[in-house]
């Protein structure tokens, strides 16, 4: 990647994503100075801090760790807002960089996006979690499946639904195929920001019915703590 730096610079705007001042030749999509403030969690790649025990309430998890601590009006908000809606793609990947050397600890096998739902696809035209686990797939050596999970097309609408049927609504909302044998293997499933966790809940949920030997571990951009 670093031979490519300088030539990427020409190409793409060269200014800090956060607050916009001028990036020097070694800094790459946000500036030192946004990174010295940005709200890391210091989470490690393992099962002992809160968001791995509040996954793991809902599903058998096997490790997580998420970059951020997610604040809508705070630097991760913004950096996750440029991301989605204003096509500042290379947040992603920029992102990746920095959570790579948590699952160093145990890298995964093989790496999966959350599926967008189909219609938010063709309205945003990208999916803003690819470029993150992409890049989390090249730096740690996993195989990245991008294919692999699918949103079903007709979620009916949430609102009427009790939470019982919401949470089968969801659970069924997704499908798995894929060719190889995920028994064995450390799966990890990527996210831009965990909120309640129940749809990485119900992807796990799906992939531990067709392979009940595989491992799923959780990664993310953010994560907003519940208070
Ligand atoms: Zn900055």
């Not at 670093?2 to 956060?18: A, I």
Request: glycine share 4%; proline share 7%.
């Amino acid at each position: 990647m670093k031979p490519l730096r300088p030539l990427l610079n020409l190409v793409y705007s060269r200014t800090c994503v956060l607050c916009g001042r001028p990036l020097t030749y070694d800094e790459d999509v946000i500036c030192r100075r946004c990174v010295d403030e940005l709200p890391f969690t210091h989470y490690d790649f393992s099962d002992s801090h809160k968001l791995a025990r509040i996954l793991r309430a809902k599903a058998p998890v096997y490790k997580a760790t998420s970059l951020l601590f997610y604040s809508k009006t705070g630097l991760s908000g913004k950096l996750i807002h440029k991301l989605k809606y204003h096509h500042h793609a290379r947040v992603g990947p920029r992102l990746a960089e920095f959570l790579a050397p948590r699952l160093m600890t145990d890298p995964p096998h093989i790496i999966l996006p959350v599926p967008l739902h189909p219609r938010k696809m063709r309205l945003r035209g990208y999916n803003q979690t690819e470029g993150f686990a992409l890049r989390l797939s090249r730096l740690t050596g996993a195989r990245y499946e991008s294919r692999a999970l699918r949103k079903r097309r007709h979620t009916p609408s949430q609102t009427t639904k009790s939470p019982w049927e919401r949470w089968q609504n969801v659970r069924h909302g997704f499908e798995l195929r894929t060719r190889s044998n995920w028994n064995g293997r450390h799966i990890l499933l990527t996210d831009d920001v965990i909120t309640t966790g129940a749809t990485l809940a119900a992807i796990v949920q799906v992939i531990g019915q067709e392979f009940p030997e595989a491992r799923v571990s959780v990664a993310s951009m953010a994560f907003n703590l519940p208070r």
